[in-house]
């Protein structure tokens, strides 16, 4: 008997044991797990029902160098979503059939957007952007049509200067697919804005800002839970970015220009700040955000004009006798033909079995370095290149840039061409012969440059031998308190190692074309001395020919800072105007005199007569 309690006693004690184990096997369990694990289940959680819904960040403004009215602002826009899971799948054709109509876009556009597969979603998709006031509060009205249809803030750019600064600004769009997988490690996600060209996409790190968030809890079926509070980081806006553009000189510059396929560059030289950039034809990037965007964009897509080329940067073209700058430079630097060394022109240069005409038929006579320049004596520099050769002629067009970038602060700039017997031979399999050195001496042939690399190579004479690199901005704001957050410096780009008496004399060479050469007809203006050279380039049309001006002023002064440098390209037309020089004599006067382009046009009234025929 008592061996059989003594059994019981211990099944008792072991069952109380076991049981208390448990007990406290699941106390120190659910300690485990609220406690120890807690705060990261509580985060899993959190994480699986909630979802971020992205609160876009406002666009930094655009100013001119005088940070007065922006160039570019922001105007309060909309975009439509839709939630596909809260409407039913049969239902979503005639939505998206509804919202077409309101929001004047291809069902097609909505249903690329939302395919079929995403139809039981509950995630937002966003349909169209820039959607205005007006649209957002129809859909509000009959809200009972648009089931599963919202809206967000996502405003939109306001270009002020519409056309003149449309190369220089550039515009913003949604993001493409191909975009986003080369940006995403940089924080870029579907739905936002990027710069497409111009400013906007140099700069596109600083306009943008940082986008804040809202979270919202959602059940398994991604359907928001209403009543739940909600977690908002707001969104840190875009730096405001002040430009080295001059408005008043950009509108001068375009208005001088016309409506002339071509560009004006205005630097200075100074410190390489650009203050105009013209090119022409131009557009509009206003109308990229209207409704018919996409017949807008197509249009100038198709048109041969390319209007959407920045011609500053983006076009190269034979820079003609512009490029006697360099020659004159080669001769007096090189030493070995004296510069008062007299050439005859007879009008041509017979060169093995070839005849070379000069522009002027019947000859310039005898020449010296100054008058060859001031002339533009096509026969003096053919002669003068026969004798310094190839080589020496490249290495000093090197010196000047020519067939290398710039590197200014806008995307997809060309760096033109400066040709080489080595580069004829690889790439046009053919020996370099001696009418090719005589062709790029007068800066035809092969031998391209861009508007500003010729503003580079002006403003190299200009400051004895030194380039900055130029540049479009000039400093970074606070876009709350206006306070100047970062400025760009004046950059060396190079130093030529020319001496200071050689860049004296092409300075003096370059004011004889304006007081008695080529350019003295055109450069009328009284209130600056101006030092630069003309230049009309073949484009292997009978009676057309591009016109090059490119020059800087004050000739001389103690203030560098003062001094300006203005390149005109005017392309070839069927009615020719040697427009280039006219064009900067006005731009020369408006901006010394402190005139608008009317006053100018008043001041300088009879100015010019019809041009016919090739003019250096």
């Not at 906007?200 to 959602?218: H, N, Q, S, W």
């Not at 375009?254 to 034809?281: C, D, F, H, N, W």
């Not at 440098?565 to 006005?586: G, H, I, R």
Request: glycine letters at 8%; aromatic letters at 10%.
């Amino acid at each position: 008997m008592e061996h059989g309690e003594r059994q019981q006693r211990r099944r008792f004690v072991f069952l109380t044991a076991l049981f208390a184990g448990c007990i406290g096997f699941l106390v120190l369990y659910l300690f485990w797990l609220q406690i120890v694990k807690g705060f990261e289940f509580k985060q899993r959680a959190k994480d699986v029902s909630q979802r971020e819904v992205p609160i876009p960040a406002q666009r930094g403004e655009i100013f001119d160098r005088n940070f007065d009215d922006p160039l570019v602002f922001n105007v309060d826009s909309f975009a439509v979503d839709v939630t596909p899971g809260e409407v039913a799948p049969a239902d979503l054709p005639t939505l998206f059939q509804s919202l077409s109509k309101v929001l004047a876009i291809p069902v097609a556009d909505i249903q690329k957007k939302i395919p079929q597969k995403n139809y039981r979603t509950y995630q937002p998709v966003e349909v169209s952007s820039g959607v205005p006031l007006q649209t957002i509060s129809y859909i509000a009205e009959h809200l009972s049509d648009f089931g599963g249809v919202s809206w967000h803030n996502k405003p939109i750019r306001n270009y002020v200067e519409s056309s003149s600064l449309a190369h220089v600004i550039g515009f913003v769009g949604d993001i493409t697919h191909e975009e986003l997988q080369v940006l995403y490690n940089q924080g870029y996600e579907s739905g936002d804005v990027l710069g497409k060209t111009g400013i906007e996409k140099e700069y596109d790190d600083i306009l943008r800002g940082k986008d804040g968030t809202r979270f919202r809890v959602v059940d398994v079926k991604e359907r928001r839970l209403t009543g739940e509070e909600q977690e908002v980081i707001p969104p840190v806006p875009g730096k405001n970015v002040v430009l080295t553009i001059d408005k008043r000189i950009q509108k001068l510059a375009e208005q001088a220009l016309g409506p002339r396929k071509g560009s004006v560059v205005v630097l200075k030289p100074a410190t390489g700040e650009i203050l105009a950039m013209v090119s022409y034809p131009s557009f509009d990037p206003n109308k990229l955000f209207a409704a018919d965007a996409g017949d807008y964009f197509g249009k100038l897509s198709l048109d041969p004009t390319f209007p959407f080329i920045n011609r500053s940067i983006q076009s190269v073209y034979p820079p003609a006798s512009t490029f006697k700058i360099i020659m004159t430079t080669a001769i007096v630097d090189d030493g070995t033909i004296p510069i008062n060394r007299m050439v005859r022109c007879t009008g041509k240069l017979v060169f093995g079995d070839r005849v070379f005409n000069c522009w002027v038929k019947t000859g310039h006579g005898y020449e010296d370095l100054f008058g060859g320049l001031a002339d533009s004596c096509d026969v003096y520099f053919w002669t003068m290149a026969n004798e310094l050769g190839v080589d020496k002629i490249d290495n000093y067009a090197r010196d000047f840039g020519v067939g290398s970038l710039t590197g200014i602060d806008l995307p997809e700039e060309r760096s033109g061409l400066l040709p080489t017997p080595e580069w004829k031979d690889k790439i046009k399999h053919q020996k370099w012969l001696g009418g090719d050195t005589l062709n790029l001496a007068i800066g035809q042939g092969f031998v391209t440059m861009s508007p500003l690399q010729m503003a580079d190579m002006v403003a190299m004479v200009a400051n004895s031998g030194v380039v900055y690199r130029p540049h479009l901005l000039k400093e970074t704001r606070d876009p709350f308190t206006g306070q100047v957050l970062s400025t760009i410096a004046p950059e060396v780009l190079h130093e030529s190692p020319v001496s200071k008496e050689t860049w004296h004399t092409v300075q003096q060479a370059l004011r004889g074309v304006i007081t008695r050469g080529t350019a003295a007809p055109v450069i009328t203006t009284k209130v600056v001395q101006i030092a630069g050279k003309t230049g009309t380039s073949e484009v292997g049309i009978e009676g057309q020919w591009h016109s090059w001006f490119a020059a800087y002023a004050p000739f001389e002064t103690d203030k560098p800072e003062d001094r300006v440098v203005v390149v005109v390209m005017a392309e070839a037309s069927p009615n020719w105007e040697w427009w280039a020089p006219k064009a900067a004599n006005l731009i020369f006067q408006g901006i010394f005199a402190n005139q608008t382009y009317d006053q100018v046009l008043s001041t300088l009234k009879p100015w010019y007569a019809p041009v016919v025929g090739r003019v250096e």
